[in-house]
């Protein structure tokens, strides 16, 4: 099972940068940019939330979950 962030897909549909979502959220870019490639561990809600708010979306859009071997 593993988490796939689409935060890349979120960002391109606003037309955002990272580094203009970093500055808007108050987290770094290199820490935005761990959390985009799906090498973070974890995440805070309050993160979430912030990036949400920001992007006009839900976690969901940002987050999918999936299991091992499903390859859609």
């Given at each position: 099972?593993?988490?796939i962030v689409?935060?890349?897909v979120m960002l391109a549909k606003r037309k955002?940068?990272?580094q203009d979502l970093?500055?808007?959220i108050g987290i770094t870019v290199q820490n935005l940019s761990?959390?985009?490639?799906?090498?973070a561990k974890a995440i805070r809600f309050?993160?979430?939330i912030s990036i949400c708010d920001h992007l006009d979306c839900q976690?969901?859009?940002?987050?999918?979950?999936r299991k091992i071997g499903d390859q859609s």
């Open positions: 099972m593993s988490i689409n935060l890349d955002m940068k990272l970093a500055e808007a761990i959390l985009k490639t799906g090498k309050s993160t979430l976690p969901g859009d940002i987050l999918e979950f």
